[in-house]
C-alpha cells in the first residue's frame, strides 16, 4: 500500500491534502503505518469514526489522531511563528495503522 492508495480509501471522507504511508529505508516496504491529512477537521473526525476497524486489504486497520512527537521538535524554537492555518492543518492529521501492509 502507498500515499495514492491511503487517498483512495479515505476520499469518500472528506478533501484529502496528503497521504502517506511510511517506508523502511533499506527495504522500501511498508513500517505498518500511515497518515493522512484532511483539509477540515470534521472530516478527519468522520474518517477515524468510519475507517477504523474497517477491514483494508483484509486486514483491519486503526484510526487515530496524529500526535506531535517531541523527540523530532529540533528546530521548532528556530521557526518563525505557525500560521493559523498550519496549526489546524497539524490538528486535521489522521493515523492510520496498517500493520498489514
Known amino acids: 500500500m502507498r500515499g495514492n492508495d491511503l487517498r483512495e480509501e ?3 471522507y472528506g478533501e484529502i491534502v496528503f497521504a502517506r504511508v511510511n517506508l523502511d529505508r533499506e527495504t ?5 503505518f500511515g ?6 477537521a470534521d472530516d478527519a473526525a468522520k ?6 476497524g474497517k477491514e483494508v486489504r483484509g486486514r483491519a486497520i486503526k484510526v487515530d489522531f496524529a500526535k ?3 523527540t523530532k521538535m529540533y528546530n521548532k524554537a528556530e521557526r518563525a511563528e505557525a500560521t493559523e492555518a498550519k496549526v489546524e492543518a ?6 492510520v ?4 501492509f
Open 10 to 12: 479515505f476520499s469518500p
Open 68 to 70: 506531535e512527537d517531541p
Open 90 to 95: 497539524e490538528e486535521d492529521e489522521t493515523v
Open 47 to 52: 474518517a477515524k469514526a468510519e475507517m477504523d
Open 28 to 32: 522500501k516496504r511498508s513500517k505498518g
Open 97 to 100: 495503522d496498517e500493520n498489514a
Open 35 to 40: 497518515f493522512v491529512e484532511f483539509a477540515n
